[in-house]
Each structure stands twice: as C-alpha cells, then as structure tokens.
C-alpha cells in the first residue's frame, strides 16, 4: 500500500502577492484599531473635561456644593510649588543659550544689543508657558496618572462611589483647578527667569549693558505678549490634568497598567500642548495678536 501524501502547508503555496495584500490588510487593520481607540480616548477625555467644569461651577457657584480647601491647597503645592525648582533652572538656561545662538547673527549686522528684543518676545510668547507645560507634563502629570491609577487599583474609587461620592468631585476638581491656576503662575516665574538669563548672558558673554538690556526689553515687550503666554499657560494646565486623570482613572492591569498609564500620559500631554500651541499661534497670526 502506498504512502499517502504528505500535507502541504496553506502557506506555502502563497503567491507573492497573496502574501502582499494581507500583510496590508493587516496593517490597514491595525491602523483602524488604533484610530478607533484614539477617538475613544478624545472622546473619554471631552466627557470628563464637561463633567470637571460642572463641578468647578457648581463648587463656585452653589451654597450647598463645597470644593475641599485643604485638598486644592495641597495639589497647589505639589504641581505649582515643588515646580519651580525645575522650571527656573530650564527657562535659565534657554535664555542663555537663546542670547549665544542669536549673538552671531545679530553681530553680523550690528545689531548685538537686539538680542534682548528676540529673547523677550520668544520666551514671553513662546518658550515661557510652552516649556512650562511641558515640565509639568512629565513632573505633575505623571504624578497625578499613578496616584489615580494606584487608587483605582486598590479600589479606592469603588469605594467612592459606594458611599454616593462623586470621584470628579473630591479627585479630579482639585487636580484640575490647581494644574491651570498653577501653571499661570509659573509660567511669569518662566517668562522672568529666561529674560534674566538672556540678560546675564548677554552682559557676561556678550558684554551687553544691563541697563540697555533692560529698557530693549521694556520697549519690545507689550501687554498682548503677557496676555497671549499666559492664556496659553491656562490651556496648557487644564490639557494636562485632563489628559492625566484621564489616563488614572481608566487603569487595568495592576503596577503594569499604571505604569503604562504613566507613560501614556507624558507622551499624550506633549503632543497635546504641542498641537494647542501650533493652533494657538496659527489663530493669533490671523488676529494680528
């Protein structure tokens, strides 16, 4: 009796281009998975941003609803004031190295003492609550994704709601409003620290007067400038608290998931701030702002 014959594998019989359209189909399929979680994620995030300022206002302006002092004093320092260390050393040295990269240039044309125009204008309007949001995206934000996520982990939140406590309220509110409050205020610690650096740079390095610096800086800079970096700052803030108790609260996994979390949240936050600042920008050129 013969042998019968052996089994080939389906998959060698695969022409080259039966191989090529799956392997797209798969990747097609991957990209839609990914799209659908992404515009889940945004959607997740609008809903919790909505149910936030609800009860921001309802803890403003409602007698008989009350936002804890205690628990928006103690987020005021750990996001605002255990900030500035680490805010004042990076706007330094951004001012410093912003003065010695345009020295050439502006040497060129002798306009040297100039320097302090752009420094300004570029830290006041720009790198002030840009770099600013993104320090507290990977020091507040990724503090308030683990804490929520280890409470969502030992089932702190559960707990919550079992007793008729609304997590938004007593959790979120206060990251919240003191992330954008927060972030104001050390956006103008930012927008003086980088002058200050440009100026001692420039002084030291350059041999700019101070005194001269001072008043380029005076002239260049007006009340638009202020106002457009710190709307920016307060937009900043509430992206990150959004984005991160966002990501806390929607943990699973054990340590694994919050460490992901973790994660997703400084990436998330970058981008964001990144993107808002492009749109901002793009909206104030069209206003002449």
């Known amino acids: 009796m013969s042998d019968s014959p052996a089994a080939h594998d389906p998959r060698e019989t695969r022409s080259p281009v039966k191989q090529a359209v799956e392997g797209l189909g798969a990747l097609a399929d991957l990209q839609l998975r990914q799209g659908a979680g992404l515009i889940r994620s945004i959607g997740g995030m609008a809903a919790l941003f909505a149910d936030t300022i609800v009860w921001c206002f309802r803890g403003f302006f409602r007698p008989g609803v009350r936002l804890s002092r205690a628990a928006l004093t103690t987020q005021m320092l750990r996001v605002g004031v255990d900030s500035i260390g680490i805010v004042i050393i990076v706007e330094f040295f951004i001012g410093s190295i912003l003065a010695l990269q345009l020295a050439p240039v502006l040497a060129s044309y002798g306009q040297l003492d100039q320097v302090a125009v752009v420094i300004a204008i570029a830290v006041v309007r720009e790198l002030g609550p840009l ?60 927008d ?66 919050v460490g992901r979390a973790t994660t997703a949240t400084v990436v998330q936050c970058i981008v964001a701030i990144i993107g808002m600042d492009a749109a901002f920008t793009a909206v104030f050129y069209a206003f002449g702002l």
């Open 192 to 257: 003086i620290v980088g002058v200050l650096g440009g100026c001692l740079t420039s002084w030291a390095v350059l041999g700019v007067s101070p005194q001269v610096y001072v008043d380029i800086t005076q002239t260049a800079l007006v009340a638009k400038d202020f106002i457009t970096g710190l709307v920016k700052a307060g937009v900043f803030g509430m992206l990150i608290a959004t984005i991160a108790c966002y990501q806390g609260l929607n943990v699973s996994g054990g340590a694994v998931g």
């Open 131 to 190: 770099l600013t949001g993104i320090v507290l995206s990977g020091y507040a934000g990724a503090s308030i994704a683990a804490e929520l996520g280890a409470m969502v982990e030992a089932e702190e939140i559960k707990a919550l709601r079992a007793h008729a406590l609304d997590p938004i309220r007593f959790l979120i509110v206060p990251r919240f409003l003191a992330t954008a409050v927060m972030i104001v205020g050390l956006t103008v610690i930012a």
